[in-house]
T-cell receptor, first 115, second 113 residues
């Protein structure tokens, strides 16, 4: 069965510092991995995805994520955090071999960037 | 606006009433998904369509829930005999192709009183 773990409920960083939001996954086939961001009372906005190829993927708003197959991780990173990055972040996985297209989401990590 | 749109944004209903939500996907997207999100949790998959065919349903989708996508365009999600436990945000998403990411609407927040 597919699953996603986001071990941190909340991450606090100072503006200008680098940030990392952690994600580990479990799938039986090839992982398709995604990061989404959610602002209050809003839907989810797509940030980036890994399907195949380069392990470091770049996405919207300066975010990037590194796929690590041996550690089954897909951590979200940004070199310099902004206060406006404060939001709820979700990691999601889909089994690229499975015929299902459903996404399995983690429980989310709240990012707080202090001025 | 060419994104995914959902209507209504908010719905308050009395327990036992039926409710119906609508989702209009991005026009060229062939797949449409429904998810449910409760406070403090990640979205949970309910069902998805490829064109007009409903290909998968979660065990979360009890027989009080039904979804349709006539003609492979917009979709409706109906909940019959609502219960307080149905209170949640209902999210719709659409995608294109085998590797396309899902784009989400802003959701319909259901409150059952």
């Amino acid at each position: 069965a597919q699953s996603v773990a986001q071990p941190e409920d909340q991450v606090n960083v100072a503006e200008g510092n680098p940030l990392t939001v952690k994600c580990t996954y479990s799938v039986s086939g090839n992982p398709y991995l995604f990061w989404y961001v959610q602002y209050p009372n809003r839907g989810l906005q797509f940030l980036l995805k890994y399907i195949t190829g380069d392990n470091l993927v770049k996405g919207s708003y300066g975010f990037e994520a590194e796929f690590n197959k041996s550690q089954t991780s897909f951590h979200l990173k940004k070199p310099s955090a902004l206060v406006s990055d404060s939001a709820l972040y979700f990691c999601a996985v889909r089994d690229g071999v499975d015929s299902s297209y459903k996404l399995i989401f983690g429980s989310g990590t709240r990012l707080l960037v202090r001025p | 606006d060419t994104g995914v749109s959902q209507d209504p944004r908010h719905k308050i209903t009395k327990r036992g009433q039926n409710v119906t939500f609508r989702c209009d996907p991005i026009s060229e997207h062939n797949r449409l998904y429904w998810y449910r999100q409760t406070l403090g949790q990640g979205p949970e998959f309910l069902t998805y369509f490829q064109n007009e065919a409903q290909l998968e349903k979660s065990r979360l989708l009890s027989d009080r829930f039904s979804a349709e996508r006539p003609k492979g365009s917009f979709s409706t999600l109906e909940i019959q005999r609502t219960e307080q436990g149905d209170s949640a945000m209902y999210l719709c998403a659409s995608s294109l192709g085998n590797e396309g990411e899902a784009f989400f609407g802003q959701g319909t927040r259901l409150t059952v009183v």
